[in-house]
């Protein structure tokens, strides 16, 4: 059974940065292709950052050159550092990893005010 738990949204203004944790049980951090995705009011779930185990990343076109993922294997946890907020960057982010199935965490609210 797997476990990620995010943290670390909040309100912020237009331009302004924050770093969201997700907590993984076990040592999956390194071992797995670790994704970040959010998901706006009204509007589905869409892919926003990923980290293979060898550590390469991915971003999508919205948000390449503004956020960075980084992991940190020994604490067993996945970021997302997001600098140069936008009011479109407003959703609930949530960390995934595949397992044999998809997991998911409980979603952490990043709300961006203009």
């Known amino acids: 059974q797997v476990q990620l738990v995010e943290s670390g949204g909040g309100l912020v203004q237009t331009g302004g940065s924050l770093r969201l944790s997700c907590a993984a049980s076990?040592?999956?951090?390194?071992?797995?292709?670790m994704r970040w995705y959010r998901q706006a009011p009204g509007k589905q779930r869409d892919f926003v950052a990923s980290?293979?185990?060898?550590?390469?990343?991915s971003y999508s076109d919205s948000v390449k050159g503004r956020f960075t993922i980084s992991r940190d294997g020994a604490n067993n946890t996945v970021y997302l550092q997001m600098n140069s907020l936008k009011a479109e960057d407003t959703a609930v982010y949530y960390c995934?990893?595949?397992?044999?199935?998809?997991?998911w965490g409980q979603g952490t609210q990043v709300t961006v005010s203009s």
């Open positions: 076990g040592t999956i951090v390194t071992a797995n292709f």
């Open positions: 980290m293979n185990s060898g550590g390469l990343t």
């Open positions: 995934n990893v595949w397992r044999g199935m998809n997991y």
